[in-house]
């Protein structure tokens, strides 16, 4: 994305508030022009003094009164405009800023769980924060100072043409002869700037990481080797950065060169015209300040130009998170059912994720509304990716899944998830109080519901002893609460949400044989009349299911009931005959 493409869409960002963008530009051109008036001014005021050497020229003041109160009225416009524009271009800014960094979250939640599985976290959380950084610096920087400074180089050359071509004709050569080394100077740094950022972005990557597995860090003695770590990628940063910015400096100095040697060269150049009669002394002091006007307008625009060069990898990479197209998304004719039955179906379902081996093929299955559907099989075998189709976190290459005989990719996504409940693996909580994440799974739930939920759940005792209450912060991931405080929390927000579909993903997995015995107690209680899915590796928390499928590479090899299953002797009965010889070895014990 070239410099002035990607600085067009950072001014489109503005079209929330149009109107007042284009009031700030015109104040910026009205400020402008006015700036121009005080070389003119001041020329012609010289003239006037040199002209009063002449014993027959007219009295002074009648001729100077109406040049220093048009001064002072110029002025006294630039003073107020230029404080109303400082004063609303912050203000837009602000506010577009965070309309803006607002939409990014909003998409960003939108994309899809493939997509957070490949980006990290740390990542997008820098995007976010430096783009709209960046944003923001821009638009402050063009309605106070880089508008201004574009029209005042676009206008004041032209102007200085009128009053003295020959002159004019030397800030003209000098002007592009300095823009020509500015050029030079972005190309030699754009493609360094974006190896700069790269670096940043693993800076917050490792960062993040580190921070979210401090307890690792710890237990492992990882302090210094994640320090030495940062530290090598610090360093590989101010490596990266040094030449870019050995290179602005380099036009900092061209800017202050420039400035003493046009002033030198408009003395010279409107001596020898003054000696021929081509150029009076107003003329030359009025010169002397517009190069000194130019000059500060050309250090404002390479200001500009550096500036919009170091955020712009900032900026491509916080368009590219915004131009990315979920892959899963809802169809134009998507409707929203209310809350469904929950007879699921799986047709002919298949599904990879590189395109070459299948993750599931041919899955044909029905579960009925009230039915608990076990999934088992090896790790790998496909039967996350089932669920995770049927929670379109992808979707099947072939194959229809259907609820309540409608294809769930004709469901909207809202309406999908909030008639699909799951308990995860692993206990996902926010850093918020027990109630805020239980209302997760129902925003306007009671506190009545909300101990039903957790009494349920077997979460009620802990929550009244340990917090004192739904109030208590659960820290960050939840890290206050045991693995099986979480679980039962967890399972306790599944249960208030009601919904007309359940997921168990290995749900009792943290618990304790005592409390995993209660929390299933409670949730063969809410199963029933309700479809569940539950993916079980300890097959003896599937005793009771419906039907159970066992999954092997991608597929389905058998189905039945447990006891069905086991007297079948085959794929499964394996599965259930090496875990009761491991669970017996383990109540064994280790030999004498």
Same mark, same amino acid.
């Given at each position: ?71 002072? #009225? *110029? ?6 405009? #230029? ?77 200085s043409l009128v009053i ?7 800030? %003209?050569?000098?002007?592009? *002869? *300095? #823009?020509?080394?500015? &050029?030079? %100077? ?30 690792? @860090? ?106 990315? /197209? ?17 007879? /699921? ?46 929670? =379109? ?5 072939s194959g229809v899944i ?36 239980? =209302? ?13 939920? &957790? ?16 109030? #208590?912060? @659960? ?45 299933m107690k409670a949730l063969?209680? @809410? ?28 597929? %389905? ?18 599965? &259930?005959?090496?875990?009761? %010889?491991?669970?017996?070895?383990? &109540? ?5």
């Open positions: 994305m070239d410099i002035l493409r990607l600085y067009g869409r950072v001014l489109a960002l503005l079209g929330g508030e149009r109107r007042l963008a284009w009031a700030l530009a015109f104040a910026n051109v009205a400020l402008a022009s006015a700036q121009f008036a005080e070389p003119v001014l001041l020329g012609r005021i010289i003239d006037r003094l040199t002209g009063m050497e002449n014993p027959a020229a007219a009295p002074l003041w009648p001729q100077l009164v109406p040049l220093l109160a048009a001064w002072a #009225g *110029f002025g006294l416009f630039t003073i107020v405009c #230029g404080t109303l524009i400082a004063l609303h271009a912050d203000r837009l800014a602000h506010r577009r800023r965070q309309a803006v960094l607002t939409d990014y979250f909003e998409h960003v939640l939108q994309l899809p769980l493939s997509y957070h599985g490949n980006t990290h976290s740390g990542r997008l959380m820098k995007v976010m924060l430096q783009g709209t950084d960046s944003l923001w610096g821009l638009w402050v920087g063009l309605f106070r100072d880089h508008l201004s400074s574009f029209v005042s180089l676009l206008v004041l050359l032209p102007v003295n071509w020959r002159l004019a004709l030397l800030l %003209i050569v000098l002007t592009i *002869f *300095f #823009g020509l080394l500015t &050029a030079l %100077i972005v190309r030699k740094t754009e493609s360094l700037q974006g190896s700069v950022e790269h670096h940043y972005a693993d800076l917050a990557e490792r960062a993040a990481d580190t921070l979210g597995n401090i307890a690792l @860090v710890q237990s492992f003695a990882r302090l210094e080797a994640e320090v030495t770590d940062l530290r090598r990628i610090v360093n590989r940063l101010l490596a990266a950065q040094m030449p870019v910015l050995s290179w602005w400096a380099l036009a900092v100095v061209l800017t202050r060169t420039s400035t003493t040697l046009t002033v030198l060269a408009i003395i010279i150049l409107g001596t020898l015209l003054h000696i021929e009669g081509q150029a009076t002394i107003g003329e030359m002091v009025a010169f002397m300040t517009f190069a000194s006007l130019i000059i500060a307008r050309l250090e404002q625009t390479v200001s500009f130009v550096s500036r919009v060069v170091l955020e712009a990898p900032r900026l491509a990479e916080f368009f590219q998170v915004c131009d990315t /197209v979920p892959a899963i998304r809802d169809l134009p004719d998507a409707v929203d059912p209310g809350r469904l039955v929950g007879l /699921v179906e799986f047709r002919d379902v298949s599904f990879s994720y590189n395109g070459q081996q299948p993750a599931v093929e041919g899955l044909n299955f029905k579960a009925l509304p009230g039915e608990t559907i076990a999934l088992v099989g090896a790790t790998g075998a496909g039967k996350s990716t089932a669920i995770a189709l049927l929670d =379109r976190a992808f979707d099947p290459q259907e609820i309540d005989g409608v294809d769930i990719r004709h469901l909207t996504l809202e309406a999908l998830h909030r008639n699909i409940g799951v308990v995860f693996q692993e206990a996902l909580l926010f850093n918020r109080t027990i109630a805020e994440n239980l =209302r997760v799974g129902k925003p306007d739930a009671t506190e009545a519901e909300l101990r039903a939920a &957790a009494a349920g759940a077997q979460a009620l005792a802990f929550i009244e002893h340990k917090f004192q209450g739904f109030e #208590g912060l @659960v820290g960050e991931r939840g890290r206050s609460l045991s693995g099986g405080e979480r679980q039962r929390l967890s399972i306790a927000r599944a249960l208030l949400k009601d919904p007309p579909i359940l997921i168990l993903d290995e749900a009792t997995s943290a618990l304790d044989a005592d409390t995993e015995a209660k929390v063969d209680e @809410v199963m029933r009349n309700r479809t569940t899915f539950v993916i079980a590796h300890r097959l003896s928390t599937i005793r009771d299911a419906s039907r159970i499928l066992v999954f092997e590479a991608g597929r %389905i090899v058998e189905t039945g009931t447990f006891d069905d299953l086991v007297k079948a002797n085959g794929r499964f009965a394996s599965l &259930a005959r090496a875990q009761f %010889i491991a669970a017996r070895a383990d &109540a064994a014990g280790p030999p004498a």
